[in-house]
């Protein structure tokens, strides 16, 4: 009898819906995209229930043509940080969500940091004061929206990222739980003890009764009912944040190992084992996933917010492409970007940086040139951000990381892997299978469910496509690192 795993990919931009056998088969898959609000310049919203839409149109296009009594698991993977407003009662959204890239609270963190409030965030969470992440957005929204803060002092309120507002309505609102890798994202929750924190708590205005409540990334978190997509019953048995999803779809579970994520930011994170590492150069401490034996797997991260939403500004912004695919035949048309340099800091500058009022510039440009180094300079932009997260994470571990798995769609772009192995100085492995947030939901629900005993279980399913190896000499990739830090102070 054939058996199932349901993966829910819910990213920046869609949502997409992975239906695969245990046999790790590709059985069915489908993304739906759904809109993005700006309502001001620096603010991101979505509308969740436009999210759901999206959800439910996505899997109920895997699943007709099987029967879906015979899923095992499902698995969800989310945009981390984003955060969503609900009642308990109904699961009826009471605001938009706001979304990660959303800079509306930069005033607010850069307030804390002048009280030197940083450093009790950074030893508690594994985090920094930046607007990323949740707790300024829920501080913000109890404060600003009406219908969340009655809900709140009515004791209806619901808040949690997007796999527990996803949770809610696949279990008709019986379950308001999360995981640790996206608990330990909202700047809430103490990454050691592994408990919502009552310090985070009182500052931002939180309180225990509105948020989720945290079990393991791999373990039963309630089942379907009431759903027109799905029969009752089906377990919902894996929730991991989509950055860690990947880390462990790129079979990434050993102490040294790293993986970046080319997705709409660009995502760098380092397995580290039991033990959280505590970054001096301003990278992020994060939990990876938690299992239900009481083990917890922790990562160093670093994260550029602008990795494939660049390309996607040459495309709807300035008109210069149709569709992203376009940019790597453009961008080649030169050999280099001749001095031209853009810097992609459209909504603030990530790790090591940490600036949220850093804008984006293009400098460097004369009467010669035109599209196609506008182009390579995008490239270039996106190549240059990881080079910052990568050395950061190098003076962290005290040595130099070999090779780098990556993953996501931009990834498919041959030329940004050689500008990115160039310029890191470090050879890239890139697997046959690129869409490693999906698979790691998969995996998640699959160990969940029992179908997979341990993640040891996983590593033999990682198989290498291509790698790319350097090219440019040191002295050619430390000038381009020069012009990159000279740009770069003009954000």
């Given at each position: 009898m054939s058996q199932y795993i349901l993966a829910i990919d819910e990213g920046t931009t869609g949502a997409k819906a992975l239906l695969m056998n245990v046999s790790l088969k590709v059985i069915a898959e489908k993304t739906v995209p759904f809109e993005q609000h700006f309502p001001q310049p620096g603010w991101v919203e979505h509308d969740v229930d436009q999210i759901w839409k999206a959800v439910e149109e996505a899997v109920q296009f895997v699943v007709k043509d099987i029967d879906a009594k015979k899923i095992v698991g499902i698995g969800?993977?989310?945009?981390?940080?984003?955060?969503?407003?609900?009642?308990?009662?109904?699961?009826?959204?009471?605001?938009?969500?706001?979304?990660?890239?959303?800079?509306?609270?930069?005033?607010?963190?850069?307030?804390?940091?002048?009280?030197?409030?940083?450093?009790?965030?950074?030893?508690?969470?594994g985090l920094l004061l930046d607007p990323y992440f949740s707790s300024t957005k829920i501080e913000w929204t109890l404060k600003n929206v009406p219908a969340v803060a009655k809900a709140a002092s009515d004791g209806i309120l619901a808040v949690g990222t997007i796999d527990s507002f996803l949770l809610a309505r696949l279990t008709g609102g019986e379950v308001h739980a999360t995981e640790a890798s996206?608990?330990?994202?909202?700047?809430?929750?103490?990454?050691?003890?592994?408990?919502?924190?009552?310090?985070?708590?009182?500052?931002?205005?939180?309180?225990?009764n509105m948020l989720p409540h945290v079990q393991p990334?791999?373990?039963?978190?309630?089942?379907?009912?009431?759903?027109?997509?799905?029969?009752?019953?089906?377990?919902?048995?894996?929730?991991?944040g989509d950055q860690q999803?990947?880390?462990?779809?790129?079979a990434c579970i050993h102490e040294g190992q790293a993986k970046c994520t080319y997705?709409?930011?660009?995502?760098?994170?380092?397995?580290?084992?039991?033990?959280?590492?505590?970054?001096?150069?301003?990278?992020?401490?994060t939990?990876?996933?938690?299992?239900?034996?009481?083990?917890?797997?922790?990562?160093l991260e670093g994260s550029a917010f602008m990795a494939g939403a660049t390309i996607q500004w040459l495309r709807d912004g300035l008109k210069m492409i149709s569709s992203a695919s376009e940019v790597e035949a453009l961008a080649s048309e030169v050999k280099s970007s001749e001095g031209v340099m853009l810097v992609p800091a459209f909504t603030g500058l990530g790790a090591p940086d940490w600036n949220p009022h850093a804008r984006a510039v293009i400098i460097g440009l004369t009467r010669g040139s035109n599209r196609a180094h506008i182009a390579r300079a995008a490239l270039d932009g996106i190549a240059f951000q990881n080079v910052d997260l990568l050395h950061a994470m190098e003076k962290d571990l005290g040595g130099k990381l070999s090779s780098l798995n990556v993953d996501g769609g931009a990834c498919k772009n041959n030329l940004l892997m050689q500008i990115q192995a160039d310029l890191l100085g470090c050879k890239l492995r890139?697997?046959?299978?690129i869409e490693t947030t999906s698979l790691g939901a998969v995996f998640a629900a699959g160990i969940g469910a029992g179908v997979w005993k341990s993640v040891e279980e996983i590593t033999s399913v990682w198989k290498l496509e291509r790698e790319f190896v350097p090219e440019m000499k040191d002295f050619d990739r430390l000038m381009r690192l020069k012009e990159w830090e000279a740009a770069k102070a003009k954000t």
């Open positions: 969800i993977t989310n945009q981390r940080e984003t955060i969503c407003f609900w009642d308990k009662k109904t699961t009826k959204a009471l605001s938009r969500a706001i979304v990660w890239q959303d800079r509306r609270t930069a005033d607010r963190c850069q307030q804390l940091k002048d009280q030197h409030f940083e450093a009790s965030v950074q030893e508690k969470t996206n608990a330990s994202r909202t700047m809430l929750f103490h990454i050691k003890d592994e408990l919502w924190d009552a310090e985070m708590m009182r500052t931002f205005g939180v309180k225990d990334s791999f373990s039963k978190f309630g089942v379907t009912k009431g759903l027109r997509f799905l029969p009752d019953g089906i377990p919902i048995t894996g929730m991991i999803s990947a880390l462990l779809g790129q997705g709409t930011g660009a995502f760098l994170l380092m397995n580290t084992g039991s033990k959280p590492k505590k970054s001096k150069h301003r990278l992020l401490t939990i990876a996933w938690t299992t239900s034996t009481g083990e917890t797997t922790y990562a890139r697997p046959e299978n």
